[in-house]
């Protein structure tokens, strides 16, 4: 399992908030990263994922909301939760000065950061992941979710699943390709939201953890490579 030095920053009138950095010597990016809503950011997945982005170079800041900081059920209001990862960023800068940032998070955590991103919070990020952007309630296939999309102006990585049920494929990929060369959508077949894969898959949960952390280690150092024009790269298909 991943540690990592324990930090706290303040979140402009919410009170202050923890953080867990992860830095593997001489990684070349650092990924600011977001919980999703039920679970903060010690949950077990969460705690693989950056084991898993430590192998593949990557160094990583997680974060709390205030909402489950204080150990509340509901998430923060939107404005409050854009305004945490933007605090998370700044501090980012703080913690590890000079080090490329891309940011995004587990699903809420990697939408929210994508709103943020639409309100220009985000300074000197290069690009967003999301771990299963949730584009619409379960089963309730929407787009809505999706329209700040449009705002964003760096490059996007989606890693999805197609059984999660939070994301339907049909929708996302017309969204991803009106996004042009800012998105990126990688699929891994009978992956859940969680990211949890059945046996008939021919892979276990740990080789899909491996696939995401290398997916984005690909990705971000394509990012240094290519600039941002990086292509509309749909893989795992």
Known sequence: MACGEKLRFAVQGNGEVSALL??????PWLLVLGHGAGAGMVH???????????????????????YMEERRRVPDRPEVLAATVAAAVCLA????????????GKSMGGRMTSQAAAQNLLGPVRGLVFFGFPLHPPNRPGTKRAEHLAKVSVPMLF???????????????????????????????????????????????????????????????????????????????
């Not at 077990?44 to 709390?64: D, H, I, S």
């Open 22 to 27: 992860v830095r593997p010597p001489s990684a």
């Open 44 to 66: 077990p997945f969460l705690e693989r994922l950056v084991a898993e982005l430590a192998k593949a170079g990557l160094a990583t800041l997680r974060y709390q909301f205030p």
């Open 93 to 104: 800068t703080d913690v590890a000065p000079g080090l490329p940032l891309v940011a995004g």
């Open 159 to 237: 890693l999805q699943g197609t059984r999660d049920t939070l994301a339907d494929l049909t929708r996302l990929r017309p969204i991803c390709a009106d996004l042009g060369s800012r998105a990126a959508l990688h699929i891994i077949p009978e992956a859940d939201h969680s990211f949890h894969v059945p046996k008939k898959s021919g892979k276990t949960d740990a080789e899909v953890m491996t696939e995401l952390a290398q997916t984005t280690a690909a990705w971000a150092n394509r990012l240094n490579d290519e600039g941002e024009d990086h292509g509309n790269r749909v893989a795992g298909e």
